[in-house]
T-cell receptor
């Protein structure tokens, strides 16, 4: 199947700093990618839809100024957590689909710890 | 997107067949049923997808009754490595998303 890769796999940052997470579709082009957040022992929560060449669409309750999404190419979407706080510590996961295929391919996730 | 209900957890032993049932009473005519597996600290992985009756692949089988208000994921002869959380999702997915995950079923396989 198609491969979606995230980088980094884990990151520790100081409170108040910003962190960028990359999501790449390695062997296909993705005009749309999705970002999820998962807290321990909880399910995945959709944060936003990343659209190539246009603004991202955020789910209700997700601060667009805090979670900046950029989808500048057909193979790369980035999520920047700005002014991170300990409560932003979570597991962030991206996904993409391959054309009209209804199967979603997920990245391996990024564990963010804010200290 | 239709809401789904699954058991929170299940226990099994190696070599047994495991059946996880998902309720989706409000499934729409064009909705598909998809199951994902997630190991700790990893992204979910697609297992199987179906629309009606039965679908089988090398990993699992998916049984869907005629009214499509529920579905059952069947894992034959589970091993310890099948310990994971299993999510049932219902909807029409273009380009792989956007997916609304329910609580999932935490399957624990014991030796």
């Amino acid at each position: 199947g198609a491969v979606v890769s995230q980088h980094p796999s884990w990151v520790i940052c100081k409170s108040g700093t910003s962190v960028k997470i990359e999501c790449r579709s390695l062997d296909f082009q993705a005009t749309t990618m999705f970002w999820y957040r998962q807290f321990p022992k909880q399910s995945l929560m959709l944060m936003a839809t990343s659209n190539e060449g246009s603004k991202a669409t955020y789910e209700q309750g997700v601060e667009k100024d805090k979670f900046l999404i950029n989808h500048a190419s057909l193979t790369l979407s980035t999520l920047t957590v700005t002014s991170a706080h300990p409560e932003d510590s979570s597991f962030y996961i991206c996904s993409a689909g391959q054309g009209g295929n209804t199967e979603a391919f997920f990245g391996q996730g990024t564990r963010l710890t804010v200290v | 997107l239709a809401k789904t209900t699954q058991p929170i957890s299940m226990d099994s032993y190696e070599g047994q067949e495991v059946n996880i049932t998902c309720s989706h009473n409000n499934i729409a005519t064009n909705d598909y049923i998809t199951w994902y597996q997630q190991f700790p600290s990893q992204g979910p992985r697609f297992i199987i997808q179906g629309y009606k009756t039965k679908v089988t692949n090398e990993v699992a089988s998916l049984f869907i009754p005629a009214d499509r208000k529920s579905s059952t994921l069947s894992l034959p002869r589970v091993s310890l490595s099948d310990t994971a959380v299993y999510y049932c999702l219902v909807g029409r997915y273009n380009q792989g998303g956007k997916l609304i995950f329910g609580q999932g079923t935490e399957l624990s396989v014991k030796p």
